[in-house]
C-alpha cells in the first residue's frame, strides 16, 4: 500500500498514487499457496502463511511473559516488523528445505539476503518509512539489534514448527528420518528454554492452551460456501488484516502505541471465531438483532474460556483488542472512550498516552483483505455467484469513503483492477 498524501480542506489527506505496487499484498497471498511439509502425509493442508500468523500470535505471548515477568524492554515495533521482514525473506527462499536453508546461510548468508532484497526491492521500495532500508538493516547491518526481539521471532518459528509437526508426526513412522526431524525440532526449542513464556508453554498447561486454540484457526477456512484460490484461513486473514492495518498506520504517521494496538488489535480480532466458527456476513446481518445475539456470546465464551488461559494480567488489554473490535477507541484517565472519529484521534489523541486504537482502520481493511481474497479467485478462474455478489457489496461499501485520511475507494478500485 503505497499512498501519497495531497491536500484537501485543510487537512492532510491520502490519496492512491499511479506508483503503487501490489506486489508486497500479492506476495503474501501467495503464501496460502506454499504448502509446508508436502514431503510427508498430512490430515489437513498446512500452508506458509498460517504458520507466519501463528508465529506472531505465539511472539506476543513470549514477547508479554518477557516484559512481565522479566522486566525486559521489548521493543514492540521492532518486533511487528521483524516478524513482517522474516515473513517476506521466507516467502523468497521457501522451496529450500530446512536443513538446506539453515546451511546455506551459515555459508552464504549475505549473498542470500542481498538476493532477497534484490527481488523485493521493486514491492517495497515506495512503502513510507524507510521501511526498504529498515528492510535492508535487519537484514544486513548489526545482529545485536533487536536482539531480544530475534530471540523471540526464532522461539516463535520453532514452536509454531512443533506445533505443526505434532500433527503430522503419528501419520509418518514410516517416513524415513521422522525420528531425527523430531530430534532436531526439540533440540531448537531447548536453545530458548531462558525465555519464561517457553518453558510455560512447554508445559502443556495454560499457555500451551491458548496457542493451541489460536492454531486451530487454521483449520477454519474463508468463504467456506464457495469455492475458492488461493484459499485462505481465519489464522492466514488474521495477519494479512494485521498487515495491510500496520501499513495504513506507517502511512497516518500513527505513534508506536497506535501501531501496536492496530497491529495487535487487527491480529487478535478475529479470535472469538475459534469458539463460534466463521459466520458469514449474510447470515449475520440477515435476521434483526442476530449479530448482537453471536456478539454477546463471543464476549462470554472470550471471558469463559480464553481469558483464563493467559495471565490475568493481560485480560484488560485483550478485551481492548476483542470487544468492539471495530471501534475507535482510546483511554483517557484509566476509562476506555469509544465512538471516536479517525480525524479526532490523529488530531487530538495521536499520542502513547492516550493508548489509541483505529477499530474502524481494523474494519476497513478486514474488509479490504475479503475483497481481495475474492478479487484474487476471480482472477485464477475460479469464481461464484457468492464471491462476485461479496466483492460487488464490498466495494460499494467505500464508495467516496476516506478513513484515518486514507481514500479507501481508491485502493478498492486499484485491486478491482
Given at each position: 500500500?503505497?499512498?501519497?498524501?495531497?491536500?484537501?480542506?485543510?487537512?492532510?489527506?491520502f490519496?492512491?498514487?499511479?506508483?503503487?505496487?501490489?506486489?508486497?499484498?500479492?506476495?503474501?497471498?501467495?503464501?496460502?499457496?506454499?504448502?509446508?511439509?508436502?514431503?510427508?502425509?498430512?490430515?489437513?493442508?498446512?500452508?506458509?502463511?498460517?504458520?507466519?500468523?501463528?508465529?506472531?500470535?505465539?511472539?506476543?505471548?513470549?514477547?508479554?511473559?518477557?516484559?512481565?515477568?522479566r522486566?525486559?524492554?521489548?521493543?514492540?515495533?521492532?518486533?511487528?516488523?521483524?516478524?513482517?521482514?522474516?515473513?517476506?525473506?521466507?516467502?523468497?527462499?521457501?522451496?529450500?528445505?530446512?536443513?538446506?536453508?539453515?546451511?546455506?546461510?551459515r555459508?552464504?548468508?549475505?549473498?542470500?539476503?542481498?538476493?532477497?532484497?534484490?527481488?523485493?526491492?521493486?514491492?517495497?521500495?515506495g512503502?513510507?518509512?524507510?521501511?526498504?532500508?529498515?528492510?535492508?538493516?535487519?537484514?544486513?547491518?548489526?545482529?545485536?539489534?533487536?536482539?531480544?526481539?530475534?530471540?523471540?521471532?526464532?522461539?516463535?518459528?520453532?514452536?509454531?514448527?512443533?506445533?505443526?509437526?505434532?500433527?503430522?508426526?503419528?501419520?509418518?513412522?514410516?517416513?524415513?528420518?521422522?525420528?531425527?526431524?523430531?530430534?532436531?525440532?526439540?533440540?531448537?526449542?531447548?536453545?530458548?528454554?531462558?525465555?519464561?513464556?517457553?518453558?510455560?508453554?512447554?508445559?502443556?498447561?495454560?499457555?500451551?492452551?491458548?496457542?493451541?486454540?489460536?492454531?486451530?484457526?487454521?483449520?477454519?477456512?474463508?468463504?467456506?460456501?464457495?469455492?475458492?484460490?488461493?484459499?485462505?484461513?481465519?489464522?492466514?486473514?488474521?495477519?494479512?488484516?494485521?498487515?495491510?492495518?500496520?501499513?495504513?498506520?506507517?502511512?497516518?504517521?500513527?505513534?508506536?502505541?497506535?501501531?501496536?494496538?492496530?497491529?495487535?488489535?487487527?491480529?487478535?480480532?478475529?479470535?472469538?471465531?475459534?469458539?463460534?466458527?466463521?459466520?458469514?456476513?449474510?447470515?449475520?446481518?440477515?435476521?434483526?438483532?442476530?449479530?448482537?445475539?453471536?456478539?454477546?456470546?463471543?464476549?462470554?465464551?472470550?471471558?469463559?474460556?480464553?481469558?483464563?488461559?493467559?495471565p490475568?494480567?493481560?485480560?484488560?488489554?485483550?478485551?481492548?483488542?476483542v470487544?468492539?473490535?471495530?471501534?475507535?477507541?482510546?483511554?483517557?484517565?484509566?476509562?476506555?472512550?469509544?465512538?471516536?472519529?479517525?480525524?479526532e484521534?490523529?488530531?487530538?489523541?495521536?499520542?502513547?498516552?492516550?493508548?489509541?486504537?483505529?477499530?474502524?482502520?481494523?474494519?476497513?481493511?478486514?474488509?479490504?483483505?475479503?475483497?481481495?481474497e475474492?478479487?484474487?479467485?476471480?482472477?485464477?478462474?475460479?469464481?461464484?455467484?457468492?464471491?462476485?455478489?461479496?466483492?460487488?457489496?464490498?466495494?460499494?461499501?467505500y464508495?467516496?469513503?476516506?478513513?484515518?485520511?486514507?481514500?479507501?475507494?481508491?485502493?478498492?478500485?486499484?485491486?478491482?483492477?
Open positions: 500500500m503505497i499512498l501519497s498524501r495531497v491536500p484537501k480542506t485543510g487537512r492532510g489527506y490519496e492512491v498514487s499511479k506508483m503503487i505496487e501490489k506486489g508486497i499484498i500479492e506476495r503474501i497471498y501467495e503464501a496460502a499457496s506454499i504448502q509446508r511439509w508436502n514431503d510427508h502425509v498430512r490430515p489437513v493442508e498446512l500452508t506458509e502463511l498460517d504458520k507466519q500468523a501463528h508465529k506472531m500470535l505465539i511472539a506476543f505471548v513470549l514477547a508479554k511473559y518477557e516484559a512481565d515477568e522486566n525486559a524492554a521489548i521493543n514492540w515495533l521492532g518486533l511487528i516488523e521483524g516478524g513482517l521482514f522474516e515473513f517476506l525473506h521466507r516467502l523468497i527462499l521457501t522451496d529450500i528445505k530446512p536443513p538446506v536453508f539453515h546451511q546455506m546461510m555459508r552464504k548468508g549475505r549473498e542470500l539476503n542481498e538476493w532477497v532484497l534484490e527481488k523485493l526491492e521493486p514491492d517495497i521500495k512503502i513510507k518509512g524507510d521501511f526498504s532500508e529498515r528492510f535492508r538493516e535487519y537484514l544486513l547491518g548489526d545482529q545485536q539489534r533487536y536482539r531480544i526481539e530475534r530471540k523471540i521471532l526464532r522461539a516463535a518459528h520453532y514452536l509454531a514448527t512443533n506445533w505443526e509437526f505434532k500433527i503430522i508426526y503419528t501419520m509418518n513412522p514410516f517416513i524415513y528420518g521422522i525420528e531425527r526431524t523430531k530430534e532436531e525440532i526439540e533440540n531448537e526449542i531447548e536453545d530458548y528454554l531462558d525465555l519464561s513464556g517457553v518453558q510455560k508453554i512447554l508445559l502443556g498447561k495454560k499457555s500451551f492452551g491458548f496457542i493451541d486454540l489460536c492454531g486451530q484457526l487454521r483449520f477454519q477456512q474463508r468463504w467456506a460456501q464457495s469455492p475458492r484460490l488461493p484459499k485462505t484461513s481465519v489464522l492466514g486473514h488474521m495477519l494479512i488484516v494485521a498487515i495491510l492495518v500496520y501499513l495504513s498506520s506507517l502511512e497516518i504517521d500513527a505513534c508506536e502505541r497506535r501501531i501496536y494496538n492496530n497491529y495487535f488489535g487487527a491480529l487478535f480480532h478475529d479470535l472469538p471465531e475459534v469458539l463460534t466458527r466463521d459466520i458469514v456476513s449474510p447470515v449475520k446481518s440477515s435476521i434483526k438483532g442476530l449479530q448482537d445475539l453471536i456478539k454477546e456470546y463471543e464476549e462470554i465464551q472470550v471471558e469463559e474460556r480464553i481469558l483464563p488461559l493467559l490475568r494480567a493481560w485480560h484488560d488489554e485483550i478485551r481492548f483488542f470487544e468492539d473490535e471495530f471501534e475507535n477507541k482510546i483511554i483517557k484517565e484509566g476509562k476506555v472512550v469509544k465512538g471516536l472519529s479517525s480525524e484521534i490523529s488530531e487530538k489523541y495521536n499520542h502513547d498516552r492516550f493508548n489509541p486504537l483505529d477499530g474502524k482502520l481494523i474494519k476497513v481493511c478486514d474488509n479490504l483483505a475479503a475483497f481481495i475474492a478479487s484474487l479467485s476471480i482472477k485464477y478462474g475460479v469464481k461464484s455467484p457468492h464471491l462476485e455478489e461479496g466483492k460487488k457489496r464490498i466495494q460499494e461499501l464508495q467516496g469513503q476516506t478513513i484515518a485520511g486514507i481514500d479507501f475507494e481508491g485502493i478498492f478500485k486499484y485491486f478491482a483492477e
